[in-house]
């Protein structure tokens, strides 16, 4: 089961495309936190989508919000990937233990080994105020992601 809005979000670390560990706790009491799912990087939708948080990146990632963007993939794709895409922001590695995060979170498809399309809004004391799980071909609306964000900061 996906957490619901009014859980205490899953506490994880995982490295960015740095290499880097980020842990989602080290935000909490300071921001809000979009964690954003995405099934692989360099597939078509998966970019627009990562694309359309990099065009209004002050609207997802600023003195009061965060954005955490987590895939399968290794780390040194997603460097590959957020280097090619010009993305300031975290990608991070949920490759090992494979999709564990994603599982934590209720959002890993068992059958295809990836996470689903999901976001999570979760307000500055880790609680989940927003979410949305589309489709794996299906793109989201990250405007929409964008206005639960701000009402969360």
């Known amino acids: 089961m996906a957490v619901q809005r009014g859980d205490i979000a899953p506490d994880f670390e995982l490295n960015d495309q740095h290499?880097?560990?980020v842990r989602l706790s080290d935000y909490r009491?300071?921001?809000a936190v979009a964690v954003v799912f995405f099934p692989l990087a360099f597939s078509s939708v998966c970019t627009g989508e990562l694309?359309?948080?990099r065009d209004d990146l002050a609207a997802f990632q600023n003195d009061d919000v965060q954005v955490l963007a987590v895939s399968v993939d290794s780390p040194f794709a997603l460097a590959q990937f957020a280097q090619q895409q010009g993305y300031d922001f975290p990608l991070l590695s949920d490759f090992w233990p494979h999709g564990e995060v994603a599982r934590r979170y209720g959002v890993f498809d068992e059958e295809l080994g990836v996470?689903?399309?999901a976001t999570f809004v979760l307000d500055r004391g880790g609680?989940?105020?927003w979410q949305t799980?589309?489709?794996i071909p299906e793109p989201r609306d990250v405007s929409e992601a964008r206005r639960a964000l701000a009402e969360a900061a």
């Open 51 to 53: 694309c359309a948080l």
């Open 29 to 31: 009491d300071r921001k």
């Open 115 to 117: 996470a689903r399309r």
């Open 127 to 129: 609680v989940a105020r």
């Open 19 to 21: 290499n880097q560990p």
């Open 133 to 135: 799980i589309n489709a």
